[in-house]
Each structure stands twice: as C-alpha cells, then as structure tokens.
C-alpha cells in the first residue's frame, strides 16, 4: 500500500506565503517523481509544478518565479513553497506521486487534496 499525506493548506491575504509538503508512505521501492496540481471552481484541474527524483522541475506559467518545488528523497517527501500569492491562486491542491513499490509495481497515486484561499 502507498498512502500520500498532504499538509500546509489554509488562509492568507493577497501577497502572502504558504508552504505545502506531501509526504509518500507504504511500501515504497522508489518514487520516480511528485508533483502539485491544483482545481478552482469551474476550471480543470491543471499541474502546478512537479520534480523528479533527480532533480528536474516543471512549473506551470502562471507560477513561476513565486512557486519553487523540491523533494525530500530520503523522506519521500515533496514541499511547494507558494510565495506572493494571488486571488488566482485559490484552489484545492493535490498532491500526486508516480512511485515504485517493493513488488515492482508500479503506481500513480493522488492526495485528498488541500483548500488554499487567497483572500484579503
């Protein structure tokens, strides 16, 4: 079993800053890559940044230069830190991590999702 617990979610104004961290659990050989999507009411859900184990990072437009996303391997861990925030910005995000398990299985597997609210 592989289980994704995600954190950091919450409240703040316009310019303001939040950290999210997403940790993989379970019977874990490897994770290939974990990344951070996001959906706002009426809109698709879209990626809003992801990294590979080895190091490589993918943003969508919209946040670069404000989000930076790391992983923790050791940790299987994955953190987006979210700085000026926008209005825009709000939405519920979701962790989702493609890993490997013991048996050589491979899955993708998603978080429950977290509310970020960017409001005065």
């Known amino acids: 079993q592989v289980q994704l617990m995600e954190s950091g979610g919450g409240l703040v104004q316009p310019g303001g800053s939040l950290r999210l961290s997403c940790a993989a659990s379970?019977?874990?050989?490897?994770?290939?890559?974990m990344g951070w999507y996001r959906q706002a009411p009426g809109k698709e859900r879209g990626l809003v940044a992801s990294v590979t184990s080895g190091g490589s990072t993918d943003y969508a437009d919209s946040v670069k230069g404000r989000f930076t996303i790391s992983m923790d391997n050791a940790k299987n861990t994955v953190y987006l830190q979210m700085d000026s925030l926008k209005p825009e910005d709000t939405a519920v995000y979701s962790c989702?991590?493609?890993?490997?398990?013991?048996?050589?299985?491979?899955?993708?597997?998603w978080g429950q999702g977290t509310q970020v609210t960017v409001s005065s």
């Open positions: 989702n991590a493609d890993v490997l398990t013991t048996t050589r299985v491979r899955y993708i597997r």
């Open positions: 379970g019977s874990i050989f490897r994770v290939n890559a």
